[in-house]
């Protein structure tokens, strides 16, 4: 187990992404996935108030309300750790504390339980003061709503600001960090926000760890993304250059005796500040390459080829 930041969270070196959850992956299928997360180590699942509003026919809150009805069968909610999000639910969008505290609401209810673990911003909202924000977190965690707080798709200088009005104000510190950031998707973290996930002890939980599927190989021709539900946001990886990444991470693979996606993950693990990538199984048999991620250990010489072959590739 690891800790979250400054936080008293000890949390399984890999997070389950709750997104395909009403998506991709029925209501059976997700249940079954969540008790195999758990059976097989896991303890921390992410989720959003506004998964999955993309879908046609859903409206948002579905894979909240699927987490939920799984904790009521399962039971034992102290031994699962719940994180979700708010500002992109079609119905909450922002970040006002009015918006914040209807919302919140919502996902308790949907959720079934009376406290979020980790309540992420999902994004800066430029329209409100972060200050606001910001007294608006700490008042749900006073509440005992809530009892820590993470920052998602935020830029490096509103963390700043965010953390600096917190310690002034002796408001509730975020402790963790999600940003998007993978192997063929570097640009967009290293640097500035990383800088300040360290300065400011923040743990980081990556989502997009397998760039919509493309860092599990199975997408290596135009032809492999038709009819897939994702097969849109990875097609902007399918370059000479996406495709040598995905060949370094085959030979490590086959040197370490993986899978491709737990080579993809493990080198997210052993970047500075990471915690526990974010990772989805559709199904339960996917699940297993995940969570082998949390163990597998990779060698200075499998590192730098993975740096060397992915470093030539810019953000997305």
Excluded: C
């Excluded at 709750?18 to 180590?41: H, Y």
């Excluded at 948002?60 to 639910?89: N, P, Y």
């Excluded at 980081?204 to 021709?221: D, E, I, W």
């Excluded at 597998?296 to 992915?310: G, I, T, W, Y």
């Amino acid at each position: 187990m690891q800790k979250l930041g400054a936080s008293e969270l000890s949390i399984f070196p890999l997070t389950l992404g709750g997104n395909t959850f009403g998506w991709t992956s029925d209501e059976a299928e997700s249940q079954k996935v969540l008790d195999a997360f758990v059976e097989q180590g896991g303890n921390l699942v992410d989720t959003a108030d506004s998964y999955s509003a993309w879908v046609p026919g859903n409206s948002g809150g579905e894979s909240e309300a699927i987490i939920g009805r799984w904790l009521a069968r399962r039971g034992r909610r102290d031994e699962v750790l719940i994180a979700t999000k708010v500002a992109q639910h079609p119905d909450y969008r922002g970040l006002a504390p009015a918006n914040i505290n209807a919302a919140v609401e919502q996902s308790l209810a949907r959720l079934g339980t009376e406290h979020i673990d980790l309540y992420y911003a999902h994004e800066h909202d430029p329209h409100t003061p972060i200050a606001e924000t910001a007294a608006a977190f700490d008042a749900l965690v006073k509440a005992g709503k809530v009892r820590y707080i993470g920052l998602s798709n935020f830029p490096a200088d509103k963390i700043d600001e965010w953390l600096r009005i917190a310690a002034e104000e002796s408001l509730a510190s975020p402790v963790a960090l999600q940003p998007k950031y993978n192997l063929v998707a570097r640009d967009e973290f290293e640097g500035e926000l990383a800088d300040s996930a360290a300065r400011h002890g923040l743990g980081v939980l990556p989502y997009f760890g397998l760039a919509a599927g493309f860092l599990t190989g199975k997408y290596r021709s135009p032809q492999d993304l038709e009819g897939q539900a994702r097969g849109g946001m990875a097609q902007r990886f399918l370059s000479e250059q996406g495709l040598a990444v995905v060949d370094a991470l085959d030979e490590v693979a086959q040197e370490t005796g993986r899978q491709i996606p737990t080579v993809a993950l493990a080198w997210l693990r052993h970047q500075p500040t990471v915690v526990a990538p974010i990772a989805s199984a559709r199904t339960v048999e996917q699940l297993p390459a995940l969570m082998a991620s949390a163990t597998l250990q990779l060698n200075d010489l499998q590192l730098q080829r993975l740096d060397a072959v992915s470093s030539a590739l810019g953000a997305d």
